[in-house]
């Protein structure tokens, strides 16, 4: 039996360490909690440990006043993530998911941007069986959270059929490769039988009994999509494709979102280029790359603990050799590759196999009928005849994959039927928007993002029409605060909260996610907001150089200074 030591770290460990130390590899007391009939909540420890269960306990905060003058418990809720790797499900499954939002959940469905279906408002009694129910069609959410690697995502890929098959397939092998050992899973949500009654048994043979410092995460990207944000990943496989066929993976590392306000020794972190690796040295690369983390992540803070530090703190080179002589063998110099964009590409397209795949604007990922626009059902209209695939991508758009010529008339016309849109009739600037879910529910959020990012864009619609640049393409982010979960730093404009309708506006990202943005303005509201951005957006449209995108403006304009690398985001 192998015993992972960690490399000595002067001063006590955060206490999260000691929670998932003393869980028994993820149990602790969540039989009992989730058991306990008095409260719909439970306690921190134990929400701790959900988290690698794929859920979070929340609470409604626009009930929070009230129910405190009632003399009640918060309006306590579980949001669940399920994991999908590359984003792909059945129709069945889509189906299943459907439902599930109905009968347990708040009766919408969010595409997140890992590609992954998360749902709202489950109730704690109500948390098992949906994972029964999930399971039942082959889905799950163990390590959707938690310090662990998450869903791991790839390109949507509709026009590169052939490519996106073989390319699923990895992110497919590297999310059951790399997922934890343990059946708590299994014995909490499933009825399993209890396999371990101690931890002096080994289960955990790449995580260990403490598993990560902090969350860890993967994507596959193949030039020119760049859809799932490949820089911004703990690892990014770039596909390289020469002569048809994928012959193997540029790798980076160190990519990140999180930072903290406040505190300039957090900063948002792109990945840097280590080198190609062959397909058959996928697996073992991610794994010894997830090793070296396990056993050099911070431990004692948990705001220094990603990928990103570790490598920041001892330097490119040292990772290099370190990886190297885990792997007992070097990896190749990188090849060549360019992306061209970050964003998806709507309505319909024929892939090189001849099957055709629609790609639908899903504003900030939200599944459900509005007003006028029944999206929820005729989604589940498709679904009860679709006979492919649903692809959820990084920008929380869908796309209904593989659908035969003869399926896709009916298709069509379900999709005139229930107005369901490619998003083509919108500004650029909205389709290429993405939202976290913030308030509400996130517990973390400082301001709105999801239910005010599409109002504020109405506003800044009307300048981009009196610029006349509104198909002008321009990658907007929001995040309701600096965690990163919309990946607001890589936004040619972001905004990250910092208060009830107040945000840090960035500018100066690479629209094709190869570069992070620079604080603009800070802590300022809408009225300000439109006030900064009108005599940009008309400096662009009137002076930009031919093919100059947004963010490359602002930089040569003279409104912020490229930011190099995450070290000097700050500066």
Not at 302 to 308: I, M, T
Not at 350 to 374: A, C, M, S, V
Not at 386 to 401: P, Y
Request: glycine share 10%; hydrophobic share 35%.
């Amino acid at each position: 039996m192998t015993k992972i030591v960690l490399p000595p770290q002067p001063g006590p460990f955060s206490d999260v360490e000691r929670i998932k130390e003393e869980s028994n590899y993820l149990r602790g007391t969540l039989q009992q909690t989730m058991d306990y009939p008095i409260s719909s909540g439970i306690p921190d420890d134990d929400n701790r440990l959900m988290k690698f269960h794929g859920s979070y306990l929340q609470d409604d905060r626009d009930l929070r006043t009230e129910r405190q003058k009632q003399k009640l418990e918060p309006a306590y809720q579980f949001m669940v993530r399920v994991r999908t790797p590359g984003g792909v499900a059945t129709a069945k499954q889509w189906l299943v998911m459907d439902e599930l939002s109905d009968r347990v959940g708040n009766s919408t469905l969010k595409l997140t941007t890992r590609q992954a279906f998360q749902l709202h408002g489950i109730l704690k009694w109500n948390v098992k069986q949906f994972m029964q129910d999930i399971n039942d069609v082959l889905l799950d959410s163990l390590a959707a959270c938690g310090d662990v690697n998450r869903n791991v995502m790839c390109n949507a890929n509709p026009y590169q059929s052939t490519i996106h098959q073989e390319i699923f397939d990895w992110s497919a092998k590297l999310s059951e490769h790399l997922l934890p050992r343990t059946t708590a899973y299994h014995e909490l949500w499933l009825n399993g039988e209890k396999m371990v009654d101690t931890q002096e048994k080994e289960i955990e043979p790449i995580y260990g009994s403490l598993y990560l410092p902090r969350k860890f995460k993967i994507a596959i990207a193949v030039p020119p999509a760049n859809d799932v944000d490949i820089y911004s990943q703990d690892i990014g496989f770039i596909g390289i494709v020469e002569d048809d066929k994928l012959v193997g993976f540029n790798v980076l590392v160190g990519g990140g979102m999180g930072m903290t306000h406040g505190d300039d020794s957090t900063y948002p972190q792109l990945g840097r280029l280590i080198g190609f690796i062959t397909p058959d040295k996928l697996l073992e690369t991610a794994e010894k790359i997830i090793t070296i983390q396990r056993d050099y992540g911070n431990r004692k803070e948990r705001k220094n603990a990603r990928f990103k530090y570790t490598i920041d703190a001892r330097g490119l080179d040292w990772f290099k050799e370190e990886l190297h002589r885990r792997l007992g063998w070097e990896i190749q110099a990188e090849r060549p590759f360019k992306f061209e964009h970050t964003g998806d590409r709507y309505g319909w397209t024929k892939g090189e196999d001849g099957k055709w795949h629609f790609t639908l604007f899903i504003q900030n990922g939200r599944i459900k009928d509005f007003d006028g626009y029944p999206l929820k059902t005729g989604l589940r209209e498709i679904a009860k005849i679709h006979t492919g695939e649903f692809r959820l991508t990084g920008n929380q758009n869908l796309v209904i994959g593989n659908v035969s010529t003869q399926k896709k008339r009916r298709i069509q016309a379900l999709i005139e039927q229930y107005n369901i849109t490619d998003g083509e009739h919108y500004s650029a600037l909205r389709r290429n928007a993405i939202a976290c879910v913030s308030l509400p529910t996130c517990g973390l959020a400082m301001a709105e993002a999801e239910r005010y990012l599409p109002s504020l864009i109405d506003k800044i619609e009307v300048i981009l029409d009196e610029a006349g640049i509104r198909d002008e393409e321009i990658v907007i982010r929001m995040s309701g605060c600096p965690n990163g979960c919309s990946r607001a730093a890589m936004g040619e404009i972001g905004f990250i909260g910092k208060g009830p309708g107040k945000y840090n506006l960035y500018l100066g990202a690479g629209f094709t996610g190869d570069r992070l943005n620079k604080i603009y303005r800070e802590n300022i509201g809408e009225e300000e907001i439109l006030a900064e951005l009108r005599p940009i957006l008309f400096r662009y449209a009137n002076e930009r150089l031919g093919g100059e995108r947004f963010g490359d403006f602002t930089i040569r304009a003279g409104y912020v200074k490229a930011v190099t690398s995450g070290t000097n985001f700050h500066d």
